[in-house]
């Protein structure tokens, strides 16, 4: 089956920057959009930024000027660059994978999540 592996969560201190990567591996034909939640505590997972095959972008109000995301579509490859970082921000970070054309149906991937701390 398709599978999500994310890396590059962390710890780092207000203000300091980390660099989350997403692969999607598996028998894939195209992905329509590759994406960013996260959820904290307490709190409903929510969207933090998406990125179709075309390089359309979308982000969360809360990130939007501090994050960016991008895509490298032949290696099925999603990065986000997380920069100002805030307390507020820590959360699991989980990556998506929307309308995977494989030889099944088209349908949608998630990964295990990664772990963001902002301390100090």
């Known amino acids: 089956q398709v599978q999500l592996l994310e890396s590059g969560g962390g710890l780092v201190q207000p203000g300091g920057s980390l660099r989350l990567s997403c692969t999607a591996s598996g028998i894939i034909l195209s992905i329509n959009a590759m994406g960013w939640y996260r959820q904290a505590p307490g709190k409903q997972r929510e969207l933090v930024a998406t990125i179709t095959s075309g390089g359309t972008t979308n982000y969360a109000d809360s990130v939007n000027g501090r994050f960016t995301i991008s895509r490298d579509n032949a290696k099925n490859t999603v990065y986000l660059q997380m920069n100002s970082l805030k307390p507020e921000d820590a959360a699991v970070y989980y990556c998506?994978?929307?309308?995977?054309?494989?030889?099944?149906?088209?349908?949608?991937?998630w990964g295990q999540g990664t772990q963001v701390t902002v301390s100090s």
């Open positions: 998506s994978a929307k309308g995977v054309q494989t030889l099944r149906p088209v349908d949608d991937y």
